[in-house]
């Protein structure tokens, strides 16, 4: 069975600062797919990465970046220089390499940026 | 903007009522999905549609009807709903059924059932 923990259930900073969201997943595959969604009050979940399993690359897009560890099975999100606009609620989420795109999802994470 | 466009955006409806949520994408996706989520939890699988034929249905409650009319309609029919099925109703898309495509989300119906 799939499972995926995100242990923070609210972090609030202020703006500018910086602020790490963890995940940590549990897969008996040798082969499955990553992901981050955010979900601002609006309610629409919003596609932010996707990683394999075989990719353990960082990733860096603006002032989103992405730290992979298979080690660890940890897939950890981290927004520099937080802006207020960044406040929603982020969810990490697991999904198999075959059959369909169906998404395990953490229980998020609700990120509070205060100005 | 989304493209994943859901009607209405908001519903209420009496335990008696029959109603619809309607879902539509324009991406040439031919897998479709209907998630559950109520407040302060993530999103629950319900229904799955690959190229227009039900694929996963995870014994979701028969008062709950999914239908694809075709490729980029996806609906949801409600019957006799109890007030514990009030929730946010979120249908996706993917480009394909396989695993790991990723799913596009509309912004949801949030139903309210009185």
């Known amino acids: 069975a799939q499972k995926v923990t995100q242990a923070q259930t609210e972090i609030s900073v202020v703006e500018k600062e910086d602020v790490t969201l963890d995940c940590v997943y549990e897969?008996?595959?040798?082969?499955?797919?990553l992901f981050w969604y955010k979900q601002p009050p609006s309610g629409e979940l919003v596609f932010l990465i996707r990683?394999?399993?075989?990719?353990?690359q960082n990733e860096i897009s603006g002032r989103y970046s992405w730290n992979f560890q298979k080690s660890t099975s940890s897939f950890n999100f981290t927004i520099t220089a937080s802006q207020v606009v960044d406040s929603a609620v982020y969810f990490c989420?697991?999904?198999?390499?075959?059959?369909?795109?169906?998404?395990?999802f953490g229980k998020g994470t609700m990120l509070l940026v205060s100005p | 903007d989304t493209e994943v466009t859901q009607t209405p955006k908001h519903l209420v409806m009496g335990m008696t009522n029959k109603k619809s949520l309607k879902c539509e994408q324009h991406?040439?996706?031919?897998?479709m999905y209907w998630y559950k989520q109520k407040a302060k939890k993530p999103p629950e699988l319900m229904f799955v549609?690959?190229?227009?034929?039900?694929?996963i249905n995870e014994s979701v409650p028969s008062r709950f009807s999914p239908e694809c009319p075709n490729s980029s309609l996806l609906n949801l029919h409600l019957h006799a709903l109890q007030p514990e099925d009030s929730a946010l109703y979120l249908c996706?898309?993917?480009?394909?059924?396989?695993?790991?495509?990723?799913?596009?989300f509309g912004q949801g119906t949030r139903l309210t059932v009185v």
């Open positions: 996706a898309s993917s480009h394909s059924g396989g695993g790991g495509t990723e799913a596009f």
């Open positions: 897969t008996r595959d040798t082969t499955y797919y």
């Open positions: 990683r394999n399993s075989f990719d353990e």
């Open positions: 989420a697991l999904s198999e390499a075959t059959g369909y795109s169906t998404l395990t």
């Open positions: 991406m040439g996706h031919r897998a």
């Open positions: 549609y690959s190229y227009e034929k039900l694929s």
